[in-house]
């Protein structure tokens, strides 16, 4: 069966880094487009970044962008978040997604698989 497991996730002091790993398993990687979003306590989930099956194209929500970069290995089966410049305001559950048809990549129902989340800490 598809497995997507993140890693990575801890308590950052604001302004460090951290870079979440997903590692895919049970499915074709290079063909699905993989996203990030998270769900901080109390809200919705929400869309973090997205990049495309051969990683030409990205996409960030704009309360990340020029702070996370989103890359993948497909050799690896790994999508990973690389994360800067980190807010407490990022706290959250990090969530990874795989999505075949890379088409509405902010939106959460157009994902396929999920995994099971990684807890990232922001302290101020």
């Known amino acids: 069966q598809v497995q997507l497991v993140e890693s990575g996730g801890g308590l950052v002091q604001a302004g460090g880094s951290l870079r979440l790993s997903c590692a895919a398993s049970?499915?074709?990687?290079?063909?699905?487009?993989m996203g990030w979003f998270r769900q901080a306590p109390g809200k919705d989930r929400e869309f973090v970044a997205a990049?495309?099956?051969?990683?030409?194209?990205?996409s960030y929500a704009d309360s990340v962008k020029a702070r996370f970069t989103i890359s993948r290995d497909n050799g690896k089966n790994t999508v990973y978040l690389q994360m800067k410049s980190l807010k407490p305001e990022d706290t959250a559950v990090y969530y990874c997604?795989?999505?075949?048809?890379?088409?509405?990549?902010?939106?959460?129902?157009?994902?396929?698989?999920w995994g099971q989340g990684t807890q990232v800490t922001v302290s101020s």
């Open positions: 997604a795989a999505d075949r048809t890379f088409r509405r990549v902010a939106i959460d129902r157009e994902y396929d698989y």
């Open positions: 990049i495309s099956w051969g990683g030409s194209s990205t």
């Open positions: 049970g499915l074709t990687f290079s063909s699905y487009g």
